[in-house]
Nanobody, 120 residues
């Protein structure tokens, strides 16, 4: 599984950005897709995730500001980020958990990071 992330950039506090992550396979075959972020010297943290059934999960720090969604037709998962804060500055990574069969444990795949910088 290959993941291509895009959409990062520089934005002022209060602004919005939308990240995109396009998978090389049909995303309805992927158990879960998620966005993580990581700053230098810190652990990668979950920002938002969505299961194949559509169940979503968000970090407390982004609830009400970020929304994860997907477009099965284009095999793309989005992260709409609104009311951005300087604390949201980070490298954002797309992740996918995929198993080839129902008998296999899912494997975690990562996309390349995309930088989001929020200026105050």
């Amino acid at each position: 599984v290959q993941l291509q992330a895009s959409g990062g950039g520089l934005v002022r506090a209060g602004g919005s950005l939308r990240l995109s992550c396009t998978a090389s396979i049909n995303i309805f075959t992927i158990n879960r897709m998620a966005w993580y972020r990581q700053n230098p010297g810190k652990q990668r943290e979950l920002v938002a995730g969505m299961t194949v059934a559509g169940t979503t999960q968000y970090a407390d720090s982004v609830k009400g500001r970020f929304a994860i969604s997907r477009d099965d037709a284009s095999n793309t998962v989005y992260l709409q980020m609104s009311s951005l804060e300087p604390e949201d500055t980070s490298v954002y990574y797309c992740a996918a958990d995929h198993a080839n069969t129902i008998w296999d444990n899912p494997t975690r795949y990562w996309g390349q990071g995309t930088q989001v910088t929020v200026s105050s």
